[in-house]
T-cell receptor
């Protein structure tokens, strides 16, 4: 069964500090992995997209890593800001053999405090 | 540029009443369209997807239905709402035949069935 597990479920960090979110998946065969940011009551917004051959990708203060061998990804937030408070969702897409389907993680809720 | 519109943003409906949520996409042709539901504190669940006018695939048995009367219009409906239909509904689109491209989500509709 295709699964995406994210950890931690939630975390609180002080403004200006760094944090790392984890995503482990079992989707196979794998096509790509996305990290989304979802503000409360809004739709998810894409941060990064990585394919099998990509190990790291950055978007401003967000840096995602991917280890396709261990089926793990991380999202690192540098110098956090209050506006980073949101849920971060890891989404994995399987190849056609896996039905081209997206499997969503449950998300990590981040709260940045001043 | 492509945009996706979803409305209404919030909706409170009594049990047994009908439902109609609308989603439209601009700036693209023949998009793949999706309806997702997000229960509180949980991941997104795919409800329906459509690859063309009149082509609807249902992912889970439920009280809801979807229709695509026009190329860039996707409608989520119910004849009689249940309490369990409460949740956050998201419409999304992706370009056709671009496996590696990210999904773009609408801003969501918060449905509360009372």
């Amino acid at each position: 069964k295709n699964q995406v597990e994210q950890s931690p479920q939630s975390l609180i960090i002080l403004e200006g500090k760094n944090c790392t979110l984890q995503c482990n998946y079992t989707v196979s065969p794998f096509s790509n992995l996305r990290w989304y940011k979802q503000d409360t009551g809004r739709g998810p917004v894409s941060l990064t997209i990585m394919t099998f051959s990509e190990n790291t990708k950055s978007n401003g203060r967000y840096t995602a890593t991917l280890d396709a061998d261990t089926k793990q990804s991380s999202l690192h937030i540098t110098a956090s800001q209050l506006s980073d408070s949101a849920s971060y969702i890891c989404v994995v897409r399987g190849r056609k053999a896996a039905g081209n389907k997206l499997t969503f993680g449950g998300g990590t809720r981040v709260l940045v405090k001043p | 540029s492509q945009t996706i519109h979803q409305w209404p943003a919030t909706l409170v409906q009594p049990v047994g009443s009908p439902l109609s949520l609308e989603c439209t996409v601009e700036g693209t042709s023949n998009p793949n369209l999706y309806w997702y539901r997000q229960a509180a504190g949980r991941g997104l669940q795919l409800l329906f997807y459509s690859v063309g006018i009149g082509q609807i695939s249902s992912e889970v048995p439920q009280n809801l239905s979807a229709s695509r009367p026009q190329d860039r219009q996707f409608i989520l409906s119910s004849k009689k709402l249940l309490l369990s239909d409460s949740g956050f509904y998201l419409c999304a689109w992706s370009p056709p035949d671009r496996e590696g491209y990210g999904y773009t989500f609408g801003s969501g509709t918060r449905l509360t069935v009372v």
